[in-house]
């Protein structure tokens, strides 16, 4: 036993104070990863993991071309309206027609990074009930929870920002020159459709695309944890 003890305490002393502490700092990392999260810790980490997608995606969305350029959330041309962007084009105004596109998008892009602390608010709904299922749910059940839950309020508080950035851009007013040429057309049927609506639906839309995206690397990749509570609470569904 006493020569047990000698070999411990030689081995001890071979050891620097700062490889001590370093072994000790992985054994509690250990230690706190592998501990089941409290309820409160679950909703805090969902609630974090979110406002880390939001706040990433408003960054890569309202870079430029954020919406633009990236296939899965630009916005085109009011659908529901298609034949104005095709006759527009038949007599000569495809230009204008992409002008119009372009400015939309960046109308998009300006108001990205204001919905934050839209968004943000908007999380506080979570209840703690549902903390669970989601955390153990599929890759994007955050994000449709918060889309469920909060996109009637988001819709509402964010249109007049999209609206102000849509002034801003000029895109209202190219839209509304676009449907007054269409308008002059001989036989179309007249057409004014709101463009604020479907911009900030799109937009929105295009957030919870990117909020989505962010999720996923949440929850598959360790190193996208950046704080010790997303560290505790995911690591649970590796």
């Not at 919406?67 to 916005?75: L, Q």
């Not at 962007?85 to 105004?93: M, N, P, V, Y």
């Not at 599929?138 to 007049?160: C, I, R, S, V």
């Amino acid at each position: 036993m006493k020569l047990k003890t000698l070999l411990f305490s030689a081995l001890l002393s071979a050891c620097t104070t700062a490889q001590i502490n370093s072994t000790l700092g992985t054994v509690n990392d250990a230690l706190n990863e592998s501990a089941t999260p409290t309820t409160s810790e679950v909703t805090g980490g969902l609630k974090q993991a979110l406002e880390v997608g939001i706040k990433n995606s408003a960054q890569l969305a309202s870079a430029l071309d954020g919406y633009y350029k990236n296939p899965k959330i630009k916005i085109p041309f009011p659908p529901e309206v298609k034949e104005v962007e095709t006759k527009l084009r038949q007599i000569g105004l495809g230009k204008e027609v992409d002008k119009f596109v372009v400015t939309l998008n960046r109308g998009a892009e300006n108001a990205a990074n204001k919905s934050v602390p839209i968004f943000v608010n908007a999380i506080t709904s979570m209840s703690i009930n549902d903390a669970w299922g989601i955390l153990k749910g599929e890759d994007l059940a955050a994000t449709n929870y918060l889309k469920k839950a909060t996109y009637a309020q988001l819709q509402a508080e964010f249109k007049p920002v999209m609206k102000q950035s849509l002034d801003q851009v000029n895109a209202t007013k190219y839209y509304g020159d676009l449907v007054s040429n269409y308008n002059k057309i001989p036989f179309v049927k007249k057409v004014n459709p709101n463009l604020d609506d479907y911009a900030t639906e799109k937009a929105i839309d295009g957030l919870f695309y990117l909020v989505g995206e962010e999720e996923k690397k949440i929850r598959k990749d360790p190193m996208k944890r950046t704080t010790e509570l997303l560290k505790k609470v995911f690591a649970q569904q590796d």
